[in-house]
C-alpha cells in the first residue's frame, strides 16, 4: 500500500512549476534534474499531468511545460489521481463495483473511513501553497520553508 | 496504492476467528470456505498470523486455528501489518531512511499527516470490537451488524 515513484514525482514536478509560476516554460531536461526523475518515466508523468489539464505543453526552441491555472488550483491529490487514478484503498471501495458485504461486512466501513481520513489531508494541500511554503491554516501544520528549500527539495 | 489481497483476507480471517471465540479451533478447509481464500495463499496468511502471535495452530485430527489472547486485542493494523509489514505511504516515510528532502522538502508533511490520519483509523477498529459488530465509540460511525452479517461477510 504505497504511494507510485510516478505520483511522488509528479507532485514534485508540480510544485517545482508553481513555485517557477505560471509565466515560464521549463524544458523536459531542467524537470529532470530538478526532480530526479529519469527523462522517458518523467515523459509519461508530464503527459498524464497535460491530459489531467494540470499543465499545458509546447514544442520548439521556446518550447516547454507551464503549470496552468487548473494547476495552480489544485490540490496534492488531484495531481496523484491525474497520475494513478482514484485511489482506493481496498477493492470493495472501488466506485461502482458490486460489493456484495459492502452491508453486512464489518470492516468495510473501516476501509472507507481510513480512505476518507487520507484522502482528506491530500486534498486539503494545494500545490500552490505548498509552493509557497504555507499549508494553508486548516492542515495546521506550518511548512515554514521558503522558495530555496523547494529548489533544495526538487534536486534532492 | 492499494491494500494487498492478503491483508484483506487476513483481517476477514481474524474478525472469523474473534466471532467463533477463543476455544474453537478452525479448520483451513472452514476458514478458506469462510473467507473465500484459495487454500495455498491463506495458507501463507495463516503463517504470518501465527509468527505475529495473533492465532495459534495446532495440527492433527483436533487441530485447527484459533485466536490468541494477542489477537482479540489487535486492532486491523496490527493484522495488515502482521501480513505486509509496516506501512508507509511514501517511501521518504520509511523510518530509518535517510531522506536528504526530509525536513525542506513542502510535500513531506503532507504525506506523514496523511498516513497518520490512515493508520490512526485503522489502529482504532479493534477486530474483537468488529466481530462483536461494534467499531467503539472513538469512531462514531456504528456498525449495527451481529454475528449473522459477520458470517455473510466472511461467506462472501
Redo the contacts between chains.
Sequence with gaps: ?????A??YG??VM?YLAAVGAVSRISLVELAAATNAPDSFLSKILQALTRAGLISSRRGQSGGFRISKTGLEAS?LDVIEAI?GR??????LIAGKNC??KH????????A???R??????DA?LIAN??A?N?GAS?Q?G?A?GPQ??I??AN?
Tied chains: 1, 2.
Design positions: 500500500m504505497q504511494l507510485t515513484r505520483a511522488d507532485v514534485r510544485i496534492m494513478d485511489i482506493y484503498l481496498n477493492t470493495c456484495s458485504r453486512s461486512c464489518p470492516a468495510h466501513p473501516v476501509w473511513d481510513a480512505q481520513a487520507m484522502l482528506q489531508v491530500l494541500a505548498l509552493a511554503g499549508r492542515l501544520t511548512c520553508e528549500s523547494l533544495d527539495c534532492s
